[in-house]
């Protein structure tokens, strides 16, 4: 491969373990705060997070918040998706960093 580039044969991202859809698993944990809901607030909380070489969620901070019962709420549902498989490169299990959006919506 060109240096710096990587050949998608030599890595494979991180799989959620706990279940064959992880966005239907997080979403089914989440509950909308109250004060959220009787304030009309609704929007796309953005969580900077962490799956460790050893197969661990971890959150490293809100991103892009919306406010801050919504923000809770989100760390809350994503630390519920802990099991994780890491991503490897060229064999190894390495760390991975990624931006992870939870939407609220009122409906």
């Not at 050949?7 to 089914?28: A, C, H, Q, R, V």
Request: charged residues 25%.
């Amino acid at each position: 491969p060109i240096s710096g580039v990587i050949d998608k044969d030599e890595f494979s991202p991180p799989i959620f373990l706990d279940d064959t859809n992880m966005l239907k698993y997080l979403y089914g944990s989440i509950w909308y705060p109250s004060h959220a809901r009787e304030n009309g607030t609704d929007g796309t909380v953005s969580i900077h997070i962490k799956i460790s070489k050893l197969g661990y969620l971890e959150v490293i901070s809100v991103y892009k918040g919306v406010e801050p019962h919504l923000d809770v709420e989100s760390i809350r549902a994503l630390l519920l998706c802990k099991n994780w498989k890491p991503a490897i490169l060229n064999g190894e299990a390495i760390d991975t960093y990624s931006i992870f959006d939870v939407k609220f919506k009122l409906q």
